[in-house]
């Protein structure tokens, strides 16, 4: 119970993280197009 609801968190706090940095994701998006190009 502890640990599932440990891990919701985690991974609430990952997407939170991910969605709220655009920046991140342009830079993510960036390093993708440049390894597949």
Excluded: D, N
């Amino acid at each position: 119970m502890i640990g599932q609801s440990f891990t919701t968190c985690l991974v609430e706090k990952t997407i939170a993280a991910l969605v709220g940095t655009s920046i991140g994701r342009w830079l993510l998006l960036k390093m993708l197009c440049e390894t597949y190009i």
